[in-house]
């Protein structure tokens, strides 16, 4: 069993920068990857990007390229997300997440945070 917590996030204005991060904890041992994903009003759940555990292996969706930036911290059991130059289309709800099991098994389970808020406005 795992447990995610988000935190970090809130408003700021266009341009700003925030930085979420993410606390594991209970069955944490055999996490192999984590990563984001984002839902605004109205809008489809979108992939944000992701992190394997050797930190040197990220994925980022095209929209968040160069602005925003995945790290990890395996000693602490944490995950970062890096938002700068926000724009008022980065208003949404940031789930992050966590991939623990084998790695290639059918036992191998997702686990989610609740979510946490990122407002941009003016």
């Known amino acids: 069993q795992v447990q995610l917590v988000e935190s970090g996030g809130g408003r700021v204005q266009p341009g700003g920068s925030l930085r979420l991060s993410c606390a594991a904890s209970g069955r944490t041992f055999d996490i192999y990857t984590m990563g984001w994903f984002r839902q605004a009003p109205g809008k489809e759940r979108e992939f944000v990007g992701e992190i394997a555990w050797r930190g040197g292996y990220t994925t980022y969706e095209d929209s968040v390229k160069g602005r925003f930036s995945i790290s990890r911290d395996n000693t602490r059991d944490m995950m970062y997300l890096q938002m700068n130059s926000l724009t008022f289309e980065d208003t949404a709800l940031y789930h992050c997440?966590?991939?623990?099991?084998?790695?290639?098994?059918?036992?191998?389970?997702?686990?989610w945070g609740q979510g946490i808020q990122v407002t941009v406005d003016s």
């Open positions: 997440y966590a991939d623990s099991g084998t790695g290639h098994g059918n036992r191998d389970q997702r686990h």
